[in-house]
Every structure is written in structure tokens, then in C-alpha cells.
């Protein structure tokens, strides 16, 4: 690829400092690491595989060749969780449950595996998923 053809997520090897090279490597693998495990749990498992792969890119340039196929798929996954209204009121009511729950589990701690550290994952991942599906919603179908 000539420069004008490179992607903006590929860094020149020579601009990129190698502390900064070193930090989007670890950060990058540690977001990858995480992505293939929420592959199979539910999760943003593929955005975050993305946005891995895109940090590694950063730090390896020719780790950029692999983004392109995972945005593609990526970006399918988040056209079809904004697809239909029904699809976006059960993701809604997934994360405003998992916010309840994590709620739940802090305010009563005599519960199984409950306590402030279960509590706030939970509130957390329900935050993640309804700003997720916000920019979501907002990529497909425009700002209006």
C-alpha cells in the first residue's frame, strides 16, 4: 500500500514512540484477550476484538492486514442488534436488568456472590451495553 491507501488505524512504524508502541501492544492484547472471551459470553465481544486489533495495528503495522475482516463482521453485528425495534427494546431491558441487578446485588449482600464488587460489575456492564447500543443506533440510522 502506498501511503495514501493506508488505513488510518495503521501507525508508521518511525512516528510512534516505542514506550507508545509497547503500551498499544499490551492494551491492544489485553482488549483481544477479553474480546474472544466475550465471543462465547455475552458481551461486545467482537467491538472489542476490534478495537484490540486496531491498537496491536498501531503498535505492529503489519498486524493491519486483520482489521479490515473483523470491522466488516463487526460492523455487521452492530447493524443487526439496531435492526428492528424489538431488538433494541430487549437489549434495552438486558442492561437496564443487569443495572437492577447489579443494584440488587450491592444493597443485599447475604445473597449469593453478592457485595459491592458484584454490584458495581453488573451496573457497569449494563452502562456499557445501553452506550454501546446508543452509538449503535447512532452509526445505522443517523443522528436525527
Not at 518511525?14 to 484477550?33: C, E, K, M
Not at 443487526?80 to 424489538?86: F, I, L, P, T
Request: proline residues 6%; hydrophobic residues 60%; glycine residues 12%.
Amino acid at each position: 500500500m502506498n501511503e495514501q491507501q493506508r488505513p488510518g488505524f495503521e501507525a508508521d512504524p518511525t512516528a510512534v514512540h516505542p514506550v507508545a508502541r509497547v503500551a498499544f501492544g499490551v492494551a491492544g492484547t489485553a482488549l483481544i484477550v477479553v474480546g474472544v472471551v466475550l465471543l462465547v459470553l455475552p458481551g461486545p465481544g467482537m467491538l472489542l476484538l476490534l478495537a484490540g486489533m486496531v491498537l496491536v495495528a498501531r503498535a505492529v503495522p503489519a498486524f493491519a492486514r486483520f482489521v479490515e475482516p473483523v470491522r466488516a463482521k463487526a460492523m455487521q453485528g452492530v447493524e443487526a442488534s439496531v435492526a428492528s425495534g424489538w431488538r433494541i427494546a430487549g437489549s434495552v431491558l438486558a442492561g437496564l436488568g443487569l443495572i437492577a441487578a447489579g443494584v440488587v446485588a450491592a444493597a443485599v449482600p447475604s445473597l449469593p456472590l453478592a457485595g459491592w464488587a458484584t454490584g458495581t460489575s453488573l451496573v457497569l456492564s449494563g452502562l456499557i451495553l445501553l452506550g454501546l447500543l446508543a452509538w449503535s443506533h447512532r452509526r445505522v440510522h443517523g443522528r436525527r
